[in-house]
């Protein structure tokens, strides 16, 4: 019998969980109606590093979930045919002033390589040869380069996958929804039956959630980056690893003349979606200082999510406590493009009864985030 499935949310998590929805041996006994307002989409905003390796996040489920999201996303892009401007394992490089913590680095990624291919080759980089490898830069300390970090445009990852879910069995309506107290979909006032729920709804998790007896433990995060043009400096089509520098703002070339640098963490601005001209300022200034010929006249664009978190920075995901029909992955931070496709693979495995391995491995108690209030 078809199962009818809601996708709350068209992010990273939602886009994901409908293409394997899609590819699943049963996916044709599925039919699924994914719903996203799209409004502040941290996806569509994120700055795109697929690099978890270096990490020195002391939550070894993160980690297990980060590492494994970073290969499964090489296995989605493979599979689904990412074109380069999408996926592109362009190399990321991490510089440390610090000589000492730069070799820590480097035997973390060591140790690391042992458990996953996907992080490449590891190469430990003088400040020149960092220079040398991102042309752009005129200043930088020495660092660590690994072959397999990527870029990712989550906005057209998520396309490009309900573009492929679409042709099987998703509809999408461009819409927000909300959960009405019984526990169901509601669009426009009426009622939708559904036989499964994902929310993948990101920072609106608690807003969603508002009807139930449910004690809910996401925030919203603002997160604003810059988008220049280098074409003037550097040419049209000089493609260069990502680099994250110590103490400055992340360095992310697109390969086609454009530049990202960003982004901010601000905790105290709810769902604001405005441009903020210190946070600007700040990340000129950062680009700035690594090279100095850029400037604001290189300014293109400025681009604003946001981003949900926990108490203790975990994302977390699985069915809802007293809720069995609605499943739910967030919490995702500032790594949700890393960690996000293996949790929206989970959510839909979960659903069509697929899961085979050890998804604890990957996750803390989702009551530690979710509690029925009684
Ligand atoms: C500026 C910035 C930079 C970042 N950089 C990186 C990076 O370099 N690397 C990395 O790994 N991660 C990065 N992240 C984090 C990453 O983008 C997020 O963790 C991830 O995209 C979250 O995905 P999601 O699917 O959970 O939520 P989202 O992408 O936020 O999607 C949630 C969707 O649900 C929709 N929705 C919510 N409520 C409703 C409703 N009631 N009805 C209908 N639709 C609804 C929203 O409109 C939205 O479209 C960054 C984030 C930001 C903001």
């Given at each position: 019998m078809t199962k009818k499935i809601a996708i709350i949310g068209g992010g990273i998590v939602g886009s994901t969980a409908a293409y394997f929805l899609s590819q699943l041996d049963s996916g044709n006994d599925f039919e699924v109606t994914m719903f996203?307002?799209?409004?502040?989409?941290?996806?569509?905003?994120?700055?795109?590093?697929?690099?978890?390796?270096?990490?020195?996040?002391?939550?070894?489920?993160?980690?297990?979930?980060?590492?494994?999201?970073?290969?499964?996303?090489?296995?989605?892009?493979?599979?689904?045919?990412?074109?380069?401007?999408?996926?592109?394992?362009?190399?990321?490089?991490?510089t440390r002033e610090d000589s000492e913590k730069l070799k820590e680095l480097y035997q973390l990624a060591e140790e690391r390589r042992d458990e996953t291919d996907t992080i490449g080759d590891i190469k430990e980089l003088t400040a020149d040869e960092v220079m040398r490898f991102v042309p752009i830069i005129d200043s930088?300390?020495?660092?660590?380069?690994?072959?397999g970090g990527a870029r990712l445009n989550g906005d057209k990852y998520a396309s490009h996958l309900t573009k492929i879910a679409k042709k099987k069995n998703l509809t999408i309506i461009k819409q927000p929804v909300s959960i009405n107290k019984d526990g169901?979909?509601?669009?426009?006032?009426?009622?939708?039956?559904?036989?499964?729920?994902?929310?993948?709804?990101?920072?609106?998790?608690?807003?969603?959630?508002?009807?139930?007896?449910?004690?809910?433990?996401?925030?919203?995060?603002?997160?604003?980056?810059?988008?220049?043009?280098?074409?003037?400096?550097?040419?049209?089509?000089?493609?260069?690893?990502?680099?994250?520098?110590?103490?400055?703002?992340?360095?992310?070339?697109?390969?086609?003349?454009?530049?990202?640098?960003?982004?901010?963490?601000?905790?105290?601005?709810?769902?604001?979606?405005?441009?903020?001209?210190?946070?600007?300022?700040?990340?000129?200034?950062?680009?700035?200082?690594?090279?100095?010929?850029?400037?604001?006249?290189?300014?293109?664009?400025?681009?604003?999510?946001?981003?949900?978190?926990?108490?203790d920075f975990a994302p977390f995901f699985g069915r809802i406590p007293g809720y069995e029909k609605i499943l739910v992955g967030s919490g995702l931070g500032s790594s949700g493009l890393t960690t996000g496709p293996l949790v929206g693979k989970i959510l839909a495995e979960m659903i069509a009864d697929k899961v085979d391995y050890d998804i604890d491995e990957y996750r803390k108690p989702i009551e530690n985030y979710i509690k029925l209030v009684k």
């Open positions: 996203d307002d799209g409004n502040g989409q941290a996806t569509k905003a994120a700055a795109g590093i697929i690099s978890p390796w270096l990490s020195k996040r002391r939550n070894k489920k993160w980690y297990n979930l980060a590492r494994d999201g970073a290969t499964l996303l090489k296995q989605i892009s493979k599979q689904s045919k990412m074109p380069e401007s999408i996926y592109n394992q362009c190399g990321t490089i991490i930088s300390y020495p660092g660590v380069f690994v072959s169901n979909v509601e669009l426009d006032g009426q009622v939708l039956e559904f036989d499964s729920i994902i929310l993948a709804t990101g920072a609106w998790t608690k807003d969603i959630l508002k009807e139930l007896p449910l004690d809910v433990d996401v925030r919203p995060q603002k997160g604003q980056l810059i988008e220049l043009s280098t074409t003037q400096i550097l040419g049209a089509n000089v493609d260069m690893p990502v680099v994250m520098p110590e103490g400055e703002s992340d360095f992310i070339p697109l390969g086609n003349g454009r530049l990202i640098v960003g982004a901010s963490h601000e905790n105290d601005k709810g769902f604001d979606l405005s441009a903020d001209a210190d946070i600007i300022d700040e990340l000129l200034n950062s680009a700035h200082s690594m090279s100095n010929q850029i400037n604001a006249e290189n300014l293109i664009r400025v681009k604003i999510g946001t981003r949900a978190y926990t108490s």
